[in-house]
């Protein structure tokens, strides 16, 4: 069995009407928590925690062993808070028998023809992938949402379509394809939650990574292995049976510096492997000219490479085999009301 796996971020619950943005989710946390140690910092410099992420590990660099129980405890009150939030955006999700059969069917559409709105070239290249594959395909899901917006819509669609999501032909022989399981590699508002960053070098204070304890709460690797649920080989082993990876709602951020670079290494494998990154285009409105969208390519582009850690000669190997789609019109779910 190969895979087509999409990587699933918070773009995907912006994308059915949940207002998930960091700039909701700070207005309820500096309005109920404005006491706490990190709200505090946040009203200070708003844009440095435009990524809270980011934000925490650069914080450490005022954390002392004076204040470093203080700097824990309140950033367990901001996990906590931003579970509450996320839950109570998700309490405005609206799947009712109205709407259920759209839901199956866009959500069939955008996993089957994620390719539609490519370029030609393109369009082709991923049907000739896709006819390469001599068995199944599963279409899986690593989310690095906390919400369980995408298993609904998931678990609607198998019900529906009683699993099998459609078929593909290689060669003469036709396969059936299927929907996989949805992998949290981040934990749920439920539990598991883990907020933090990618590695040591992003923790600005170094002290503080010299207890276990701290690189545990704070390196997002150390926290998946503590928890003990295998998902960091959970997810490299989707990875490493897929033929074409999508991503959608992610900004390719450096605190999840670990999978662009697992990613990458995966793409030089093989030279069917396929990587899709949707992006919306956020710098200009309206009519955009070709130079406009090249440079907007070579911008996400550059910043996966500048996530990796492989040479330029090695990029320019894996890069043609990178494909980057502005505004596609997959994942066009509304589960809300305005």
Same mark, same amino acid.
């Given at each position: ?96 028998e109205e709407n259920v059969n759209d839901v199956?069917?866009?959500?069939? =559409?955008?996993?089957?023809?994620? &390719? ?8 082709? %290249?991923? !049907?000739? /992938? $896709?006819? @390469? ?122 605190? =999840?510096?670990?999978?662009?670079? &697992? ?8 030279? %069917?492997? !396929?990587? /899709? $990154?949707? @992006? ?33 000669d090695e990029w320019k190997e894996i890069r ?19």
């Amino acid at each position: 069995m190969k895979r087509i796996t999409f990587l699933i971020g918070n773009g995907f619950d912006i994308n059915v009407g949940l207002n998930t943005g960091y700039s909701e989710f700070c207005k309820y946390y500096l309005n109920k928590y404005s006491d706490d140690m990190l709200a505090k910092e946040i009203k200070k410099d708003y844009e440095l925690w435009s990524d809270l992420e980011i934000g925490l590990g650069e914080y450490t660099e005022k954390v002392s062993e004076l204040n470093e129980e203080e700097f824990f405890e309140s950033k367990d009150v901001m996990e906590n808070a931003l579970a509450d939030y996320l839950e109570d955006q998700m309490e405005r999700i609206r799947l009712t028998e109205e709407n259920v059969n759209d839901v199956v069917m866009e959500l069939k =559409d955008s996993i089957l023809n994620f &390719y539609k709105d490519f370029p030609s070239s393109q369009y082709e %290249d991923i !049907r000739k /992938v $896709i006819s @390469s594959v001599a068995t199944g395909i599963e279409y899986s899901f690593i989310t690095f949402n906390y919400t369980d917006t995408l298993d609904r819509c998931l678990q609607l669609t198998k019900e529906h379509l009683t699993k099998n999501i459609g078929q593909h032909q290689s060669g003469s022989s036709v396969y059936t394809d299927t929907i996989g399981e949805v992998l949290h590699i981040h934990g749920t508002t439920k539990e598991e939650l883990i907020l933090a960053v990618n590695d040591e070098s992003q923790v600005k204070n170094e002290k503080l990574c010299t207890k276990e304890l701290n690189r545990q709460c704070m390196i997002k690797a150390e926290a998946n292995e503590r928890l003990g649920q295998n998902k960091i080989s959970a997810a490299k082993n989707i990875i490493d049976n897929s033929v074409i990876i999508c991503i959608f709602g992610m900004s390719i951020g450096a605190t =999840d510096k670990m999978w662009w670079e &697992y990613i990458c290494k995966w793409l030089a494998k093989d030279d %069917d492997h !396929r990587l /899709v $990154i949707f @992006s919306r285009n956020e710098d200009t409105k309206g009519r955009i000219t070709n130079r406009q969208l090249f440079m907007m390519q070579d911008k996400i582009f550059n910043k996966l490479w500048i996530n990796t850690d492989i040479s330029e000669d090695e990029w320019k190997e894996i890069r043609k085999k990178v494909y980057v789609i502005f505004d596609s019109s997959i994942f066009n779910i509304k589960l809300t009301e305005t």
